[in-house]
C-alpha cells in the first residue's frame, strides 16, 4: 500500500464532554451505536460478530485489539454489499477507534483502513459512517442512547438517508 493510499482511508473526528473509558465503553457496545441485529459478542479480543442490514450489507468482523480508554480495532474477515461489484473491497481492511483525552473530554478518531475513495463502496460507506459515528456513536456516549439500525423490522435511522441516496442514486429509495 502505497503512502497516498494510506492517507485516504476514510476517518472522521468527534469530541464529546465524556471521559475516555465511557467513549471507549460505547464504542464496544455495537449494539446501541450500529445495529440491534448484531450477532456475537462485541467486547473482547479474538471475538468474533456478524453485522447485517436487511438485504444490503452483511459482515463478520473479528476484535483484534481492545485497550481500555484508548483504542479498539477490527478486522472485517467477510463482507457483501448487494450494491458493489467487488464484493473484496472490505474483506482484510480494518476499522480503528482511537481515543484521547481532550480538555476534560475525550476524542474519539474513527479510521476505516482501506475504505477508500477508489473503491465502489466509497460514497455510500463514508455517508453510512458518518451517520453512525458522527451521529449514533456520538450520541450513545453523550447521551447514553445512540440511533442503531433496528432489529429487522424496525424503522431506518434518519441518519441512513444520504447513504440510501447515494446506494440508490435518488431519494426516496
Known sequence: MTQATQQQHYTTTV??????QE???AVTNVRGWWSEDVKGVT???GAVFYHHYKDVH?????????VPGRKAAW?????HFNFVTDQAEWIGTEVVFDI???DGGAEVRFTHKGLVPQYECYDVCSNAWSGYIDGSLRNLITTGKGQPNPKEDGDIPAHQDAATVARTGSAGA
Open 15 to 20: 469530541v464529546v464532554d465524556k471521559t475516555p
Open 23 to 25: 467513549a471507549f465503553e
Open 43 to 45: 467486547d473482547q479480543v
Open 58 to 66: 452483511r459482515a463478520t468482523i473479528q476484535i483484534t485489539e481492545l
Open 75 to 79: 478486522r472485517v474477515l467477510d463482507n
Open 100 to 102: 484521547i483525552e481532550k
